[in-house]
């Protein structure tokens, strides 16, 4: 009876699924990885997709998050 209890854990243990462990500096770079890119100007106070047409001249890449907390908001128009 030992015997069976034995390897029925065993069959159990060995066959339970693994999962990939992901640390915090892992999760960080993902997360930036996925990080939308959008385009600000020298002299508005909007984000804007690469395609807009507010975009003429002056484009300046950076991120939406840091657009947001450099204190820019959304274009009306492209609707990034």
């Given amino acids: 009876m030992k015997r069976l209890l034995f390897i029925l854990f065993f069959l159990v243990v ?3 699924p693994s999962f990939p462990v992901v640390s915090g500096n892992e999760a960080v770079v993902l997360s930036e ?3 939308e890119v959008v385009y600000v100007t020298k ?3 909007k984000f804007h997709k690469s395609s ?4 003429k001249k ?9 657009a947001v907390r450099s204190g820019y908001t ?6 990034p």
């Fill in 58 to 66: 002056s484009r300046i890449k950076t991120s939406r998050s840091k």
């Fill in 43 to 45: 002299s508005g106070k």
């Fill in 14 to 16: 060995s066959v339970s």
């Fill in 52 to 55: 807009c047409h507010y975009l």
């Fill in 74 to 79: 959304a274009c009306k128009v492209c609707k």
């Fill in 33 to 35: 990885a996925v990080e």
